[in-house]
């Protein structure tokens, strides 16, 4: 079946099998290597995107569910070829090592910040509990968020 969505303000039409996964759509057919396959199970948060603006996990959403809806990689934060603010920050503070959990770690950044501009550590630590990270041990991560909110 044919779908219709917007990947990062661009439209989009692919053809779909009805047990596809939004993941496997997103690195095979359109190629955006940012969503990682990590679990498979929604667990890891290396696959996380934002649909019409709310974090989800690609890798246990079904393909022919996102039909009409606004998907946003860390690609799609990209403007003009400029980083968004958190994917410089998270640079510039040293805020990811091996980088396989840094783009679902930046789109759940990017989740919280767009509806709680000023958030607390706690909420910031919250709001990342979804994406593993085995390299990092999230303080640079955290850092980097408050300097942005600061």
Do not use: W
């Not at 692919?14 to 679990?39: A, E, F, N, W, Y």
């Amino acid at each position: 079946m044919k779908i219709n969505f917007t990947l990062n303000g661009c439209a989009v039409k692919v053809d779909v099998g009805p047990t596809d996964t939004l993941t496997d759509v997103l690195r095979q057919k359109l190629g955006i290597l940012s969503v990682k396959k990590g679990c498979e199970t929604g667990d890891c948060g290396a696959c996380a995107v934002l649909v019409d603006g709310k974090l989800i996990n690609s890798c246990i959403t079904l393909a022919p569910t996102i039909v009409n809806k606004d998907i946003i990689t860390a690609e799609g934060l990209m403007i003009n070829g400029e980083m968004d603010i958190i994917q410089k920050r998270i640079a510039e503070l040293h805020g990811t090592q091996c980088g396989f959990c840094t783009p679902g770690m930046i789109i759940a950044i990017k989740a919280l910040l767009s509806c709680n501009p000023h958030p607390s550590e706690s909420e910031i630590r919250r709001a990342i509990s979804g994406n593993l990270c085995r390299c990092t041990g999230y303080q640079k991560i955290v850092e980097a968020v408050q300097s942005i909110t600061e």
